[in-house]
T-cell receptor
Framework: DTAVSQTPKYLVTQMGNDKSIKCEQNLGHDTMYWYKQDSKKFLKIMFSYNNKELIINETVPNRFSPKSPDKAHLNLHINSLELGDSAVYFC????????????FGPGTRLLVL | SQQGEEDPQALSIQEGENATMNCSYKTSINNLQWYRQNSGRGLVHLILIRSNEREKHSGRLRVTLDTSKKSSSLLITASRAADTASYFCATDGGFQKLVFGTGTRLLVSP
């Protein structure tokens, strides 16, 4: 009965590869987010979707492409992976785009070699 | 950058002691939240304080907010080993964005 789940938990891959991370929430929330946490624990928002519509798109390389097939799912596809993409990626959700509290998934640890 | 800063970066205390961590931010806010992150896990919401509030309590947590100084503090009383985690403040960065601070790593030793 995990509220926000992500797969995979760990991802080790070579530079230049393309990979996807999946996120699902069973809270019935309208809004979902992707965050990146670097090695210094700095957490920064990347994208946000509200009911399948992109509402936040921070300055992120266009190698990163989010997709929301429905409001319970938000996937992140990364093309041509680079060393600097190594980080922990967190998915989160909130009741709606105005809700103040966000609920986070357990994170996906991506290591690019 | 709107990113908040927290201090100390790391705090080590004994069980039963109180832990205080501080957060400073740069822009005006509607609210400020504190989140906890256990090692290898996602963030968990702890408490939210609005800009018109000065102090808020939740169990062993006490949060203060001073909007004139653009700062907040989180006090954990009678700490336990299970409180060992990283603690982040987050402010509303406009457009429903959360802007997180740099975090305080708390270690509570038995």
């Amino acid at each position: 009965d995990t509220a926000v789940s992500q797969t995979p938990k760990y991802l080790v891959t070579q530079m230049g590869n393309d990979k996807s991370i999946k996120c699902e929430q069973n809270l019935g929330h309208d809004t979902m987010y992707w965050y990146k946490q670097d090695s210094k624990k700095f957490l920064k928002i990347m994208f946000s979707y509200n009911n399948k519509e992109l509402i936040i798109n921070e300055t992120v390389p266009n190698r990163f492409s989010p997709k929301s097939p429905d409001k319970a799912h938000l996937n992140l596809h990364i093309n041509s992976l680079e060393l600097g993409d190594s980080a922990v990626y967190f998915c989160a959700s909130s009741q709606d785009r105005y809700a103040e509290t966000q609920y986070f998934g357990p994170g996906t640890r991506l290591l690019v070699l | 950058s709107q990113q908040g800063e927290e201090d100390p970066q790391a705090l080590s205390i004994q069980e039963g002691e109180n832990a205080t961590m501080n957060c400073s931010y740069k822009t005006s806010i509607n609210n400020l939240q504190w989140y906890r992150q256990n090692s290898g896990r996602g963030l968990v919401h702890l408490i939210l304080i609005r800009s018109n509030e000065r102090e808020k309590h939740s169990g062993r947590l006490r949060v203060t907010l001073d909007t004139s100084k653009k700062s907040s503090s989180l006090l954990i009383t009678a700490s336990r080993a299970a409180d060992t985690a990283s603690y982040f403040c987050a402010t509303d960065g406009g457009f429903q964005k959360l802007v997180f601070g740099t975090g305080t790593r708390l270690l509570v030793s038995p």
